[in-house]
């Protein structure tokens, strides 16, 4: 690993402070993925700031919003007994990432901006345009079979990696920042861009700003929500395909719903015209089965992940089936 600065901030502003003026730098805090990229050459930076000592870590009900502090880890979360209640699809998702371990120790801002898993990116020895713009991607027609089915570009079809941010698009959370600027909130799904052109840029941050926390709308909506995931293996695995939903109905009737996908995206993947299917029309096999050939209408699969065009769909299926009583 090459030699690094280091420095502990003792408060947000501090920390802004400290990243405006060092060129190279960035922040640290449970360290789960950064700290593996560094080693494997996939990142290097400068200088890194701990945030480990801002009061950043909690977890709070206000009337309207459920307040998750950047810092709070990912278990506590999980099991919070307010988030497990009233946001059940958050809680799911957290405890299907990742290992017992990681989750103690990693932070929910980190857990945002962790990195594709995709293989070429994580192999320095490898093109990878989102590592080195103009190198090339080899996912292209290499191995894809993890990559995304939306949202691509000749440029890159990297997965998004988190499970969170996934249950957080659904719930229509939105990232509280801190920046050289002042504060600001951005919604979840205005948060992560799409690679176009310049796969490098992959989320609406600006130079030195710093997640402080996310707001989470407390609704009747989120607490009838499920999250399935569909992986290689039970634990420590990506998403192959995910699904966060959340639905309210009368009767039969879909009021309102809210849906989006892991593992098929590039971000977290929230398409509302799959939603529009389903409100105000009885929940049936047929709404959901017109529901998932919306959702694949766009989809460009490659060689190896073609599967994930049917899978999507049966995803659909099984949690909209369970969630809404129909099988
Ligand atoms: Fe790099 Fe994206 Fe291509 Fe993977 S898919 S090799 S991250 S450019």
Known sequence: MRAFGYTAAGSPAEAVRIAAATPGSTFVAGGTDLLNLMRDGAEAHDHLIDLNALDLDGVDLTPGTLRVGALARMRQVAEHPAVRREFPVLSEALLASASPQVRNMAAIGGNLLQRTRCGYFRDAGSACNKRTPGSGCPA????????????????????????????????????????????????????????????????????????????????????????????????????????????????????????????????????????????????????????????????????????????????????????????
């Not at 996934?166 to 719930?171: D, N």
Request: proline share 5%.
């Open 140 to 327: 292209l027609t290499g191995h894809n079979r993890g990559h995304a089915i939306l949202g691509g570009s000749d440029h890159c079809i990297a997965a998004h990696a988190s499970d969170m941010a996934v249950a957080l698009t659904a719930l229509d959370a939105s990232v509280h920042l801190l920046g050289p600027g002042g504060e600001r909130d951005v919604p979840v799904g205005d948060f992560f861009l799409l690679p176009g052109s310049a796969p490098t840029r992959e989320t609406a941050m600006r130079p030195s700003e710093l997640i402080t926390r996310l707001d989470v709308p407390r609704t009747p909506l989120a607490a009838r929500s499920r999250y399935l995931k569909l992986r290689d293996r039970a634990t420590f695995e990506f998403a192959v395909v995910s699904v966060a939903a959340s639905l309210r109905t009368r009767g039969r009737a879909v009021e309102d719903v809210r849906l989006a996908f892991g593992g098929v995206g590039t971000r977290p993947w929230r398409d509302v015209r799959v939603e529009a299917v389903l409100r105000g029309r009885p929940l049936s096999a047929a709404s959901i089965t017109e529901a998932g050939r919306v959702l694949v209408r766009d989809a460009r699969p490659r060689e190896g992940n073609r599967f994930k065009v049917e899978l999507v769909q049966r995803a659909l299926e099984s949690v909209l089936g369970e969630l809404g009583g129909v099988r």
